[in-house]
Each structure stands twice: as C-alpha cells, then as structure tokens.
C-alpha cells in the first residue's frame, strides 16, 4: 500500500547482524536546547574553594573582632588591658603576616618560569605608587615613634620601641609585596592563600583602627580644652590623658615628635585603608577564572583641562587658607571661634554648590550620549563602588545628625544656621558623585569615533518593519537576510535606501531623523569636545575632593566645635558617633579622588 496522507507509518526495519540497532541516547539534564548539561567535576571543584573562602573569612572576622575588643579595653581604661598587650597582639598578627608573605614571594621566586593568569584590573599602577607615597609618610611616623620612645625611655615598655620597627619592616615588605603580586590570580595552594590573604586584609585594617583610635584621642583632647570657648561650661571636660608619667630628657625635641605624629596620622591611615582593598582584591581573585580580553591601556593626558584644573586649584588654595585661620581662631576665643565656624561653612557651601553642579553636568552628557555599560565581573571595580557608597554612609551620618539637632534645639546661635544648608548640600553632593563616578567607571573605554552611530537594522517584510535577529555583538548584521530586505546602517545621521518606499518619505524620514540626532547630540556633547568637558568636570571634582580631605584629616572639625550637637544629643552619645563617623568621612574623600583618577585616565 503507498504511503500517503492515511498511511500508517511502516515498522522500523528489524536489527541484523550488519546493521546492529543504535544505542538509545542517555537521558539530557532538563533545560533549553543549546544549554549543556552541568558538569559534575566542575561543580565537584567548586565546593572546597566556596568552603575555603568561608572559612578564611570567618577566621579573618574572628581576628578582626578579637582585636577590636582589645583596642576598645584600652582606649575605656579596662583593668587588666594596656598598651603593652595591644601593641604585643598587633606586633604578633604583622609577623605572621611577614611569614606568609616571605613564603609567597619565595615560592613565586621559584616558579617565576611558569605563565599565571594575572588581573588586568586590579592594583592599578597609580594606585600603587599612591600607596608608596602614603607608605613613605608611615615609615617616618615610625622613626618618630621610635625617637618618642627613646626620650621616654625611662618609664616606656620595650613593646612600644618594637612595634614601629616592627611597622617600619611590615610596611616596606607589603609594598614590595603589592608591587609584585597585587595582579596575581592564585591557582595553587589555595586554601592556603586564602588564610593569608585575609589574615593580611583584617591585620591591615586592625592597624588602620589603631591609627584612627590615637588620632581620634588627640582631636578629642585638643577639643575638650577649646570647647568651654563657646560657652558649654555645662559639659564636663575630663581629659583623656596617655602621656608618659616620667619626662623627657631633651623637652622640646619629644614636645615637636609628639605633635609631629598627630600631623602624619592622617597618611598612615590612608595607607593602611588602601593596603587592605588591594589585598581583599587579590583574595576575592583567588580561583578565579579570567578571559583572554586585555582592556585598553587608559593613559594620563594633561592637555585640555585648564578651566577644570584652574578652578580645582583654585578650590585647593582657598581650603589652605580656610584651615590655617580656622585652627588658629578657634578656641581663641567665643567671637573668633563663632566667626571661624561661619568662614568654613560659608566656603563649604560654596564648593559643595559648585561640585553639585559639575557633577550634574556630567551625569546630563551621559544621558545625552546613550552607550553601552561594561557589565563584565571585576571585583576590583565593584569593591570600588561598594567603598564609595559605604564610606558615604559617614558623612551622612553627621549631616543627619546636624540636621535632627538644628531642628530639635530650643536655642540656636547664628552661626549654626549656616550648618543646614551645609548638611543638606553635603548629602546631596556625595550623592550626585557617587552617581556620576559609578556610571564613568562602568562605562566603555572612549575608543570608537564619535561620528559613527550604527542604528538597530530592521528588516522589511510585506510592508511591515521588524527588528533583525541576527545582530552581532558590536550591533553590525550578519549576513543572513536577503539584501532587498535589510536596510544599511544609518551613518551620521542619515538612513540608507529602504524599497518600497518613495523619495518623498524617504526624504521625510532623513529630515526628521537629522534633526532628531542634531537635537540630542550638540556639538557641545559630542566628539572631542564632549570628552574634554567631562575630563574638565572630573579634573576640577578630583582636586575638590583633594581639597575637602585636608580640612577633617588635619583637625578642622567643625562637627566637634559647633556645640548644638553635644547639647542636643548628649556630649558622650555625639562623641562616639563623630569618632566613628569621621573616619569614614575623611577616607570617602581619598577614594573619591582615587576613582576620579581612574575615570580621567579613561575617557
């Protein structure tokens, strides 16, 4: 019987001999078609690394919440805690560090043969030579402590001459260390890495705490003694007094070490921050898997931003001279205490209003140029983005806080006034820049010419326009479609030939798209001159940011001498939070500029 559209099916011819019957196919995992099956090794693989990292990192917490309680036992005067002990623990957990990092650099010595995969992205050049410079700064700060020690020698622990040298050693091995592994992605004896690479992070940023508690001591102190300047007679001041019982045999020398310190605090902490972000980057790279694609090299060009500099460095100069006579007319007395907390707000106001509106400006171009963003996997850049906001979360803490105060006091002198629109601007400036600074770094490096802009293909079919499946990656048609189907990428604006249309709609269509593309792009947004205003805007935000560091890092707190906070809030209870907030703050400032560094360097 022929087959036909009623004919059953015929029976499979029976297996031979000759013809043996296939195998049945083993059973696929359920998923989409083009979707391979898992595979077991690889998922086998991943267990210990995923185990390993939680583990170093619950070790890493557990070392960085034991040291935190011995730091908090000394600075509240515990029985039985002193700084022998603290000074004992930090110097232990640096020499272990040092013996971990002496194994990595000898092992890597000794495999230098070997080919490893290395993390493009992390420990940027620049990056590196800032730690440098804050390292050198540090490793004075050690010879100061170690010429402190030697004048109080007498009534002085041995612990507290070792720890600087011991400092002074770790710092200089952790640059060499930086310098040469910070780019590594580890394959080998990893469980092991991990343990170390975290113990180097929490030990780092167990030094960091250390350095802010001293620094924070000495803030304190110097404004316990001016704040009764201002008329709160009410607040007790009791001062919190670590100075050596015994004296100095040459008076002025250990006199100028001491206040010397305090004026290099602020770059030792700065290193000890930045050491430990590039040291959690090559954790977080552990075991990671990376692609062959190199990202362009981003090149520092100078020329081409002379508004943005002239205004940065002119920001720059006026913070100069804003911090010099506001330490010293504060605590002169009332009149010149309340006359410089009305300069510093009046100037911050001013900049704060100008980096607002530079940072606008810059988010308003982006808008206007519609591009692509890197969404690839960076740790390095996401670490970034996390820091940025979290290290915002301070300053905001503090404006917050000036605000509610503002608000809620049944007194105000007028100079705190000038203390809300400076709360509200800071809020809403670190906002704005964080906006602008995240969107820059996500962006596609500034490589392709502007003029070129290829339109979504569309392919006509009976008179109606889809849009084309088969785009590439770059957004160019592959050549499947019939050519009397597709219509040519628009080039600067104008469309290619479509059939089945006429001239006149044709025409129509150019015209209205010309003036479409002319209104969103300007010649002001577009080409060479839209990258030059954006490398002016971030020039101009980097030495704001600069010039906003100086005044928190060096004592100029107005958080501290306005007053109204401690009446409102209670003086102990706004203490505590200025001491945990400024850091941040002032470290929010740093890394700020650092990420406007990086996005000059690539537009």
Not at 5 to 30: K, Y
Not at 582 to 594: D, E, L, V
Request: aromatic letters at 10%; charged letters at 15%.
């Amino acid at each position: 019987m022929p087959e036909g559209r009623g004919a059953p099916a015929s029976p499979p011819a029976p297996a031979s001999a000759s013809n043996p019957a296939p195998c049945p196919p083993p059973p696929r995992p359920p998923g989409p078609p083009g979707f391979p099956g898992p595979r077991r090794g690889a998922a086998h693989n991943s267990v210990p690394q995923k185990l390993a990292e939680a583990l170093s990192s619950q070790y890493g917490l557990n070392v960085f919440v034991a040291g935190l309680l011995f730091l908090l036992a000394w600075a509240v005067h515990a029985a039985g805690v002193g700084k022998r002990d603290l000074l004992c623990l930090l110097t232990a957990l640096m020499l272990l560090q040092l013996l971990w990092m002496l194994w990595y650099v000898g092992r890597s010595y000794a495999q230098r043969r070997l080919i490893r995969p290395k993390d493009a992205h992390a420990g940027a050049r620049w990056l590196r030579g800032d730690v440098t410079l804050f390292a050198v700064i540090t490793i004075i700060l050690g010879c100061f402590k170690v010429g402190y020690f030697i004048g109080f020698s007498e009534c002085l622990s041995a612990t507290e001459g070792v720890f600087p040298v011991t400092h002074a050693v770790h710092t200089l091995l952790q640059v060499y260390f930086l310098w040469g592994h910070a780019k590594d992605i580890i394959q080998s004896f990893k469980t092991l890495e991990r343990f170390g690479v975290i113990h180097s992070v929490f030990t780092n940023l167990l030094l960091w705490t250390n350095s802010v508690l001293n620094e924070s001591k000495h803030q304190l102190n110097e404004h316990k003694e001016r704040l009764i300047t201002l008329g709160f007679g009410n607040i007790t001041i009791e001062l919190d007094d670590h100075s050596p019982p015994c004296n100095c045999s040459p008076a002025i020398l250990c006199a100028a070490l001491a206040q010397g310190m305090y004026y290099l605090y602020p770059f030792t902490i700065e290193y000890q921050i930045l050491a430990s972000t590039m040291l959690f980057v090559l954790w977080k790279n552990i075991g990671r898997s990376v692609d062959g694609a190199r990202p362009q090299r981003a090149g520092l060009r100078l020329g081409g931003v002379l508004a943005g500099s002239a205004l940065g460095l002119g920001a720059l100069a006026a913070t100069l001279g804003v911090v010099v006579v506001y330490l010293v007319h504060i605590g002169r007395s009332k009149a010149k205490s309340e006359a410089a907390l009305a300069m510093f707000y009046l100037y911050a106001i001013a900049l704060l209003l100008l980096m607002g509106a530079a940072g606008l400006l810059g988010i308003r171009i982006y808008r206007v140029d519609e591009k692509s963003l890197d969404e690839s996997k960076n740790p390095a850049r996401k670490l970034d983005t996390d820091l940025l906001v979290g290290a915002a979360s301070g300053s905001w803490l503090l404006s917050w806080g000036s605000i509610l105060a503002i608000a809620c006091a049944e007194t105000r002198p007028p100079y705190t006034w000038y203390n809300l629109p400076y709360s509200v601007l800071a809020i809403a400036e670190k906002y704005i820049q964080n906006l602008f600074i995240i969107e820059s770094v996500h962006r596609e490096p500034e490589g392709l010419p502007e003029d070129v802009c290829t339109l979504r293909v569309v392919t006509v079919y009976n008179g109606a326009a889809t849009a084309s499946p088969h785009l590439g990656d770059a957004g160019v048609a592959r050549d499947t479609a019939p050519q009397d189907q597709l219509v040519q990428p628009a080039v600067k604006g104008s469309l290619g030939r479509q059939p089945g249309i006429g001239k006149e709609e044709q025409e129509e269509e150019r015209r209205g798209k010309g003036a479409w593309s002319s209104a969103r792009g300007a010649p002001f947004f577009r080409g060479s001159a839209k990258r030059r205003v954006l490398r002016n805007i971030t020039a101009f935000l980097f030495l704001c940011n600069i010039s906003l560091w100086i005044p928190p890092a060096f004592g100029c707190r107005p958080e501290y001498d306005n007053g109204l906070e401690e009446v409102v809030f209670g003086f102990e209870p706004w203490i505590i939070v200025v001491n945990l907030a400024t850091p941040f703050s002032i470290f929010y400032r740093m890394h700020a500029a650092a990420s406007l560094f990086e996005v000059y360097c690539k537009i």
